[in-house]
């Protein structure tokens, strides 16, 4: 039973525009939401987070938006860069130190 | 910066060994996990432990076990390898202040293959 749902495996979009990534979750107890990204031979960094008491947060070209009611969260790259070129994770919390991690989609730039 | 480091990055090892994955963290953190990545599952909790000594079942414990007798230190053990036990294995780390949420920091993982 997958609680934190990634339905796109894959994604490709040229340098420059944005890149949206999304993530659908089940669970009504996820409180806290992150964006992991990952390139191949390295363990997933930490990219960006949300509480479920906001609806947006941004980081520079990074911005998380959380629909509750949907129970859908997206990530928002704008504009993208060929150092873009990852597997993005979503992951959830909810009010204990475990995540709960969606399968990946693996983002392509190109140039 | 937090540096979380695991033993090897591949291993290979035959059906019904024991494979200990060691992972080592430097910045005195108290929570610690160990998770599998497999091809469109994502990453798996195995096991965690919120201190030396304490370990708690993640959500795909069989065949699996942990220790944890140093905080900076926390061990996968496989105690009869098996083929669907081949994947990547990743380490990850978070301070641990109660009521606040931690960031998890990574290890580059482990990536085992059972014969």
């Known amino acids: 039973d997958q609680q934190v749902k990634q339905n796109s495996p894959s994604l490709s979009v040229q340098e420059g525009r944005i890149s949206i990534l999304n993530c659908d979750y089940t669970?009504?107890?996820?409180?806290?939401f992150l964006w992991y990204k990952k390139y191949p031979a390295e363990g997933p960094t930490f990219l960006i987070s949300i509480s479920s008491i906001k609806d947006k947060n941004e980081d520079g070209r990074f911005t998380v938006f959380l629909n509750k009611s949907a129970k859908h969260l997206s990530l928002h790259i704008v504009p993208s860069q060929p150092g873009d070129s990852a597997v993005y994770f979503c992951?959830?919390?909810?009010?204990?130190?475990?995540?709960?991690f969606g399968q990946g989609t693996r983002l392509t730039i190109n140039p | 910066d937090v540096k979380v480091t695991q033993s090897s990055r591949y291993l290979v090892k035959r059906t019904g060994e024991k494979v200990f994955l060691e992972c080592v963290q430097d910045?005195?953190?108290?929570?610690m996990f160990w998770y599998r990545q497999d091809p469109g599952l994502g990453l798996r909790l195995i096991y965690f432990s919120y201190d030396v000594k304490m370990k708690e079942k993640g959500d795909i414990p069989e065949g699996y076990s942990v220790s944890r007798e140093k905080k900076e230190r926390f061990s996968l053990i496989l105690e009869s390898a098996s083929t669907n036990q081949t994947s990547m294995y990743l380490c990850a780390s978070s301070r641990g202040t109660s009521g606040r949420r931690d960031t998890q920091y990574f290890g580059p993982g482990t990536r085992l293959t059972v014969l």
């Open positions: 669970n009504s107890m996820f409180d806290y």
């Open positions: 910045m005195d953190h108290e929570n």
């Open positions: 992951a959830a919390s909810a009010g204990a130190q475990k995540l709960v």
